[in-house]
T-cell receptor, first 115, second 113 residues
Framework: NAGVTQTPKFQVLKTGQSMTLQCAQDMNHEYMSWYRQDPGMGLRLIHYSVGAGITDQGEVPNGYNVSRSTTEDFPLRLLSAAPSQTSVYFC??????????????FGEGSRLTVL | AQSVTQLDSQVPVFEEAPVELRCNYSSSVSVYLFWYVQYPNQGLQLLLKYLSGSTLVKGINGFEAEFNKSQTSFHLRKPSVHISDTAEYFCAVSDSSASKIIFGSGTRLSIRP
């Protein structure tokens, strides 16, 4: 059972570089989301999607882009990385959107360092 | 907009002692409440959730939580903790008007033998 798969697990970038964090789920979940985890700040919602072709902003969307062309995939793009984006990123999916009390299933995280 | 406050960043307890992890939320509409656990170097997994009905919710690994609407709280409890409960615990909230799940800052539970 693959569940939610995130790649890469680790990445080091230089300021100004771009990259994409990949997220794929094989549970046919409609809802997908990206969080970043920073010490003392818990998880903060970056972007989320309630279905293919639909995305919306979370609490901290600046500096990140997303798209949802298929149900399975929800990539997170950093167009010009900054040191403030050094964090651990989690992708999560749910059969039901948060408004319906759905359980989130998390990937194992991607640790990003921006120098 | 909803928000979640976890007042304690760290809670040390002795093995087999009871523990309570506090969570308060703010929202102007009906809410759904969750507790997630994160073991070292892993993603989060659901412990329990409150959607409606009984205010006392039982979850996995012997944890339970009580929804208190008047105090806007959803504290997590366990009567006797084990070394294996060492982890970080996150309270989360979503409301009926938005498809977002918002997390608190987390409480790190450390168990002393």
């Amino acid at each position: 059972n693959a569940g939610v798969t995130q790649t890469p697990k680790f990445q080091v970038l230089k300021t100004g570089q771009s990259m994409t964090l990949q997220c794929a789920q094989d549970m046919n979940h409609e809802y997908m989301s990206w969080y970043r985890q920073d010490p003392g700040m818990g998880l903060r919602l970056i972007h989320y999607s309630v279905g293919a072709g639909i995305t919306d902003q979370g609490e901290v969307p600046n500096g990140y882009n997303v798209s949802r062309s298929t149900t399975e995939d929800f990539p997170l793009r950093l167009l010009s990385a900054a040191p403030s984006q050094t964090s651990v990123y989690f992708c999560a999916s749910s059969r039901l959107a948060g408004a319906h009390g759905g359980e989130l299933f998390f990937g194992e995280g991607s640790r990003l360092t921006v120098l | 907009a909803q928000s979640v406050t976890q007042l304690d960043s760290q809670v040390p307890v002795f093995e087999e002692a009871p523990v309570e992890l506090r969570c308060n939320y703010s929202s102007s509409v009906s809410v759904y409440l969750f507790w997630y656990v994160q073991y070292p170097n892993q993603g989060l997994q659901l412990l329990l959730k409150y959607l409606s009905g009984s205010t006392l919710v039982k979850g996995i690994n012997g944890f339970e939580a009580e929804f208190n609407k008047s105090q806007t709280s959803f504290h997590l409890r366990k009567p006797s903790v084990h070394i294996s409960d060492t982890a970080e615990y996150f309270c989360a909230v979503s409301d009926s008007s938005a498809s977002k799940i918002i997390f608190g800052s987390g409480t790190r539970l450390s168990i002393r033998p």
